[in-house]
């Protein structure tokens, strides 16, 4: 009778208790031991149910001892590098950014729509501050979105910090993108070559920073982003479309504000939405626990004076 009392308190109420502190091991031969030297009792059928249950073989461990399986890996040797690297690269950009002089009036004299490229004379529009207000509305939405989308989602937010991190990184490496072109290419924006802009807007030092459209790649990596993590944790939801659909949504609206308001070429935004899609994307396709555990997988220094890092991946 002491073993059948034995059996019961161990599956009823120890069994659940280790298996959540994650003593997977312990357990099953606890309950073996006390199933050895128990006497059969007709009488107690949810105790032999039990102890079937747990001998059966034939059942999944993860039925017995159910796991959180983490669809992402962070590996410190890879991504901190890339943080720390990219945070100092964001900086020296932004430092060299501000030392840009403003656009000279002979300069702009000398501006004439024909000298662009086909494809870029129809983005020439005057500076509107109505219409570049506006194209700040979706950046201020998409910012915070994929931390309030982690903490509401039940399945992300066991996750939450783990997904933050790939937000943070993704964002990061966006910036050395973003911070680099404007930094090495001081390309002039649409309202210098329209006469009717204002002045100050035209001989501004930021006129010079056309190349590439920042807003449209930061908004871009966040949105699609949510729409990539929610789809690997939820692979089967009919809602997959709605987020890709959303993002698309975001990104094609602070694009097309942003053209119309002056600031940017359409190749200025061909070139961020590539930038932020692809790191919204990849940045989680990349971090899935099968690739991240691959001993294939190795950051080194690029460059002949090492400053850079590159990614590489050996295949086979």
């Known amino acids: 009778m002491r073993n059948i009392v034995a059996n019961l308190l161990l599956s009823r109420l120890l069994l ?10 312990a357990v099953p031969c ?25 001998h059966d073989s034939s059942l ?14 962070i590996k410190p040797s890879v991504d901190i590098p890339l943080v720390v690297g990219g ?30 490229d086909w494809f870029d004379r129809w983005g020439v529009h005057k500076y509107s501050h109505s219409i570049d207000q506006l194209s700040y509305k979706p950046f201020f939405i998409a910012m ?42 001081s390309r002039l924006r649409p309202l210098t ?43 089967d939801s009919k809602y997959k479309w709605a987020f890709y659909s959303g993002a698309a949504v975001m990104t094609g609206l602070t694009a097309y504000w942003r053209s119309l308001a002056g600031e940017h070429f359409p190749s ?18 990349l971090h899935r626990t099968k690739l991240m555990k691959s001993k294939k997988l190795t950051l080194l220094p690029f460059g002949p004076t090492g400053k850079g890092l590159s990614l590489l991946y050996k295949m086979g």
């Open 30 to 54: 606890m309950a073996q031991t006390a199933d050895l030297t128990a006497t059969p009792y007709a009488g107690d059928h949810g105790a032999s149910s039990d102890a079937a249950a747990f």
């Open 193 to 235: 070559y329209e006469s009717a802009s204002p002045m100050a807007q035209r001989i501004s030092s930021n006129s010079r920073n056309s190349f590439f459209a920042g807003h449209v790649a930061l908004v871009g990596t966040s949105t699609f982003l949510i729409a990539q993590t929610y789809a690997d944790y939820h692979p």
């Open 268 to 285: 200025d935004i061909a070139v961020g939405t590539v930038v932020g899609v692809a790191s919204g994307l990849l940045t989680p396709i």
């Open 87 to 116: 945070t100092a690269l964001d900086l020296y950009n932004f430092v060299e950014i501000g030392k840009k002089n403003s656009t000279s009036l002979e300069r702009l004299q000398s501006l004439k729509i024909s000298h662009l």
């Open 60 to 73: 999944p461990r993860h039925a017995l001892f159910p796991r959180h399986s983490r669809i992402y890996t």
């Open 16 to 25: 659940p208790l280790l298996s959540t502190a994650g003593i997977a091991i």
């Open 144 to 185: 915070p979105l994929p931390l309030i989308v982690f903490g509401i989602d039940r399945k992300m937010r066991q996750d939450y910090w783990d997904l933050t991190y790939l937000y943070g990184e993704a964002m990061i490496l966006t910036g050395v993108l973003y911070t680099s072109g404007v930094h090495w290419v």
